[in-house]
């Protein structure tokens, strides 16, 4: 996936970007699969130039990708094409001559942005199903960490309905309350509830991080089954699935807390007093940035300081620490929660 936002907004010339604003009138994607990104993506510029912009959506083949996009104007026009690892940027207009040149494209750090929360939880079940069904394809085995949080909770239960290959999952949890699997606070509780008992999967997939016991024996026993079912050291899960917190939290590791300096166990246990539930469980980020696809969900205006200064790369929010190994991190994000945004974010 094509990071088109940053590359609009983020590397395009101030002078060829001006020259557009001053009117396009049309503007043309080419994309594949459902074209749900490209209509997104068109939904979004069509804010910041106006609802007179004419949007044109061409399918180009299966892969759920953003191809190509042109913008068309009385003063000229700017083509962007995507290829492998760069981008090929094209302006012509009266007062600019044309001009050609490539870009690198940040591969490891992709984005989307949706209107609202249902668009979100639905762009995330898509993603997740395509990350799920690639990683059974290679290995015959697919395995995932979950998240808290009412954004997840409504992804489930649109993934619930998706074609995974379940038979070929195994489950993990991000962080855990410590509270019994019961208790309304639990995130095995609330996966179970909006995705788990509407699938197939045998008890024996599923590896939940046992809340109602001593925090420190609890860690040593998630990262005990994670070494069972994934082979390394340090083990890559094809996806680590993640909510953010206002103050930019995510799992359970927290501004200025010692375990985001930890880095030689996979779950630590955590303790934060001012929280309603102050112990709690963690996966550590040593495991979370050995992950091949790390996906990070926020909705809400209330995020939008904690992602700004997670996308650029502040390590005071713990968001901003996240930083792939040898995979991809991509944002999904509300139309609130990318308000603060620089254009300047790289």
Sequence with gaps: TTPWRQLLLGLLDEEAWRSLESGPSRLVLTAGGSCLRAWLIGGWLASIVGPSLEVEVTRSGPEEVVTDITLEGPRGGMAIVASGGTAVV????????????????????????VPDREYLADAGAALIERILIQAAKSSELASVALAGGTTPEVTYRHLASRPVPWRCLQVFFGDERCVPPEDEASNFHLAKRAMLDRIPLRP???????????????????????????????????????????????????????????????????????????????????????????????????????????????????????????????????????????????
């Design 204 to 346: 024996r997939q599923v590896h939940r991080i046992r809340g109602e016991i001593d925090p420190e024996r609890a860690a040593i026993e998630a990262e005990a089954a994670m070494h069972d079912h994934l082979t390394g050291k340090l083990p890559s899960l094809d996806l680590v699935l993640l909510g953010m917190g206002p103050d930019g939290h995510i799992a359970s590791l927290f501004p200025s807390s010692p375990e985001l300096e930890i880095e030689d166990r996979l779950y630590v246990p955590v303790h934060r007093p001012q929280l309603p539930h102050p112990h709690r469980i963690s996966m550590t980020l040593p495991v979370i940035n050995a992950a091949r696809h790390i996906v990070v969900m926020a909705a809400g205006p209330e995020k939008a300081a904690a992602v700004s200064a997670a996308l650029a790369g502040d390590p005071s929010v713990p968001a901003g620490r996240l930083a792939p190994t040898d995979g991809e991190l991509t944002w999904l994000l509300t139309e609130g929660a990318a308000s603060d945004i620089d254009e300047r974010t790289p």
């Design 90 to 113: 094209e302006v012509e207009g009266p007062s600019l001559p044309r001009r050609r040149r490539s870009l690198a494209l940040p591969r490891r750090r992709t984005g989307e942005l």
